[in-house]
């Protein structure tokens, strides 16, 4: 593992939610407010706000939750929780994110006003090239490709969180993994979503690994409500507290991730010479207004680009502002994804190996032309020319899901907001040192080029970050303090599934749990889909009647985490929430 040395990313950051601020015309909001939440309040004076502080942490599983807020109660800070979190969700939620898997991280730093985003995206190996998943001269399907070593690149979420530490730790490293190290040794109660995932018949909790793993003494697969250890992983972070982050790049666990991709089916060409010289990238926060507010987002690889092009298109649509029981609202939000999807597809890549046109893709006249397609659309939108852009080959990427997203906030103010993977469910099916590996090279274009020979923004490349729909939300207010954060797992559909989030609390003023909690839409292409029972059957028949015909969502469901600071009866507080669709909880 190799550390940049710090550099100017976050006084960068600053920079960028400055120059936001002032180009997003901030008469709106008075000095010192937070701005009104809701439509119909938006020019009412806004209250004043104390600044806000935690301790709160949102997340997928309660035992994470409570390890992390184990941590801010001995003084730490929003990272040193949120490695706590990580290391938990990696044992008692490994579906989802782990030591094997990546992440992208916002943090706000309470003290400076400054976002920084760091970028633990998994690499592609040195020996990798733009046909990784070809044989006999076709693209493999994607359960053949997510199975293979071939899908596991090296892992990012380690090096990431270090990085991270060395900039906003309060807490010794080795002092953050004692509730991981414990419950891996003694046991955890497997949870119903994580039983429900090991009881699956074939894929990546069939393969010998997780047969291994997932198989009780008796020859029984583990249900909810037994107790699973895992004393491999008590080793592996016992070592990674004692060593730090290097001890996981240099050393035994990386000649075992390497191993175990070498092996049969399909080997991969990950070396342990790939992992030692993984480095994450500390990167800028990308900001732009939305009302009254500031919402800032990772830059590629991270898809947060197309968040920030949704809202702001939104912001031009009038329908839109309709709210949860509007036809028209929903009918607007569905057609405007479509056209965010279609130039996501088309542009957004590593932008160390592609030229991705973030400021054409934000740019205000080409915002107002795409918006203004969204009426008129009858299908699946066409990819837009934004300002900058590259027209690139069609995309094939076939996005597999299987995700995380927590929030933290400390005493201090300091916030994190962190979306992390291990790619597909259980991600490749393989384990090492007592977790799962990632599948995340899976994320690239199956196809580099199309007939005429174009290249795709997201095709595969040696030591290339595969372009990711991850995207951890920090919401300021206009002067540039934290307001709250976001986020949500969906492979794909994380986006849509963070737009409405952002348009339910922002826009609508609903509370953030009852946000979550709305049905999901998803529109990518020619189909919409969709929580189908959770829209009522008025909401069904006036979006059939408009032509949005809902079919049942077949990406991954979210899990949207996160809370903003509000006035409410008791004085100003976090309005957090955990989606319902899965095990997580939000605590103060």
């Known amino acids: ?43 009412a004076p806004a209250p004043v706000a ?19 807020l184990k941590v ?68 493999l399907g994607v ?65 010998r690994w997780a047969d291994a793993y997932f198989t009780r003494a008796d020859g029984n697969r583990y249900v909810a409500g037994d107790v699973l250890r895992n004393p491999a992983y008590a080793e592996t972070v016992a070592e990674l507290a004692a060593g730090g982050a290097e001890v996981f790049y240099n050393g035994r666990i990386a000649r075992e991730i390497a191993a175990t991709v070498a092996q049969e089916p399909r080997p991969g060409a990950l070396t342990a010479e790939d992992i030692a010289g993984y480095q994450p990238i500390e990167r800028g926060a990308l900001c732009r207004p939305y009302r009254v507010y500031v919402v800032c987002v990772p830059p590629p690889p991270s898809s947060g680009v197309a968040v920030l092009q949704l809202l702001a298109m939104a ?14 609202a929903w009918t607007a939000f569905a057609q405007l994804q479509r056209l965010m999807y279609a130039d996501r597809d088309r ?11 973030v400021q054409g893709l934000l740019d205000p006249d080409y915002v107002a032309a795409r918006a203004a397609l969204a009426p008129g659309l009858t299908g699946a939108a066409e990819a837009g020319a934004p300002p900058g852009g590259v027209f690139a080959g069609p995309d094939a990427t076939q996005e597999p899901a299987g995700t995380s997203h927590l929030v933290v906030v400390d005493a201090r103010g300091n916030a994190v907001s962190m979306t992390t993977t291990v790619e597909s469910v259980f991600g490749s099916g393989r384990m090492a040192a007592g977790f799962f590996l990632n599948n995340q090279l899976t994320d690239f274009s199956f196809t580099p080029t199309r007939p005429d020979g174009a290249p795709a923004a997201n095709a595969v490349a040696a030591g290339k970050r595969p372009r990711s729909s991850m995207a951890p939300v920090i919401v300021l207010d206009r002067q540039g303090r934290f307001l709250g954060a976001f986020g949500s797992p969906g492979g794909t559909s994380i986006l849509a599934y963070n737009a409405k989030a952002l348009i339910a609390v922002l826009d609508w003023g609903m509370p953030v749990q009852a946000a979550f909690d709305l049905p999901n839409l998803v529109a990518r292409g020619d189909g919409f889909g969709a929580d189908t029972d959770r829209f009522s059957e008025e909401l069904r028949a006036g979006l059939a009647a408009r032509g949005v015909t809902l079919s049942p969502n077949a990406s991954e469901n979210s899990g949207l985490h996160g809370a903003i600071w509000r006035q409410g009866a008791a004085g100003w507080g976090w309005d957090g929430g955990a989606d319902d669709r899965r095990e997580g909880v939000a605590r103060e």
């Not at 997510?146 to 979420?157: E, F, K, M, N, Y």
Request: proline fraction near 7%; charged fraction near 15%.
């Open 143 to 207: 359960g053949e490709a997510v199975l293979s070593g071939r899908s596991t690149g090296a892992p990012g979420a380690v090096a990431m969180l270090a990085m991270a530490h060395r900039a906003h730790g309060r807490l010794p490293w080795n002092a953050l993994f004692g509730d991981a190290e414990r419950l891996a040794r003694d046991g955890f109660v497997v949870s119903p979503r994580l039983a429900g995932f090991i009881a699956a018949t074939r894929g990546q909790a069939r393969t």
């Open 347 to 357: 542009y957004v890549g590593d932008p160390g190996f592609v030229r991705v046109p």
């Open 1 to 43: 593992m190799k550390l940049a040395p710090r550099r100017s990313a976050r006084a960068l950051a600053a920079v960028l939610v400055a120059t936001t601020m002032a180009l997003g015309g901030c008469g709106s909001a008075g000095r010192g407010s937070t701005g009104p939440v809701g439509g119909a309040a938006a020019s």
């Open 315 to 328: 912001e031009r649509t009038p329908d839109i502002h309709g709210g949860p029981d509007s036809a028209d």
């Open 50 to 68: 104390p600044v806000a502080r935690g301790p709160f942490v949102a997340a997928a599983n309660p035992l994470a939750v409570e390890a992390g």
């Open 72 to 139: 801010l109660r001995e003084g730490g800070s929003a990272v040193d929780a949120a490695i706590a979190v990580q290391a938990v969700l990696g044992l008692v939620e490994p579906q989802s994110s782990g030591l094997g898997g990546g992440a992208f991280m916002m943090a706000y730093d309470a003290a400076t006003g400054e976002i920084t985003s760091y970028d633990g995206r998994e690499t592609a190996p040195a020996a990798a090239t733009p046909e990784l998943f070809y044989e006999n001269g076709r693209p």
